[in-house]
């Protein structure tokens, strides 16, 4: 039974920040990339940042990197996703996302909304 279930979104002004969670079960967290994807409204779902099994290794799109943070807890089966500087293009539904460490998907999350406007 493999569940993720974020948290975090809301709305927030231009220059605000947000620290989005996905707790995670019915897999082994601690064997699982981790990721994070964002679809704005009328588009398709973008990768923004993944993150290693161990937390060793983290990437970012471009359009995030110096202002998104990724991180794990494995003792908590927690990723998250600090966001910092948002601006009005990350609006959109956020969905977090696991995969086995050698590929193949474990699942996704429902996702949540993080709306930024003034």
């Known amino acids: 039974q493999v569940q993720l279930v974020e948290s975090g979104g809301g709305l927030v002004q231009p220059g605000g920040s947000l620290r989005l969670s996905c707790a995670v079960s019915g897999f082994t967290f601690d064997r699982a990339v981790m990721s994070w994807y964002h679809q704005a409204p009328g588009k398709e779902r973008e990768l923004v940042a993944f993150?290693?099994?161990?937390?060793?290794?983290?990437n970012y799109a471009d359009s995030v990197k110096g202002r998104f943070t990724i991180s794990r807890d494995n003792a908590k089966n927690t990723v998250y996703l600090q966001m910092n500087n948002l601006k009005p293009e990350d609006t959109g539904v956020y969905y977090c996302k696991a995969v086995r460490r050698y590929g193949g998907t474990l699942g996704w999350g429902q996702g949540t909304q993080v709306t930024v406007s003034s």
């Open positions: 993150i290693s099994s161990t937390g060793g290794t983290t």
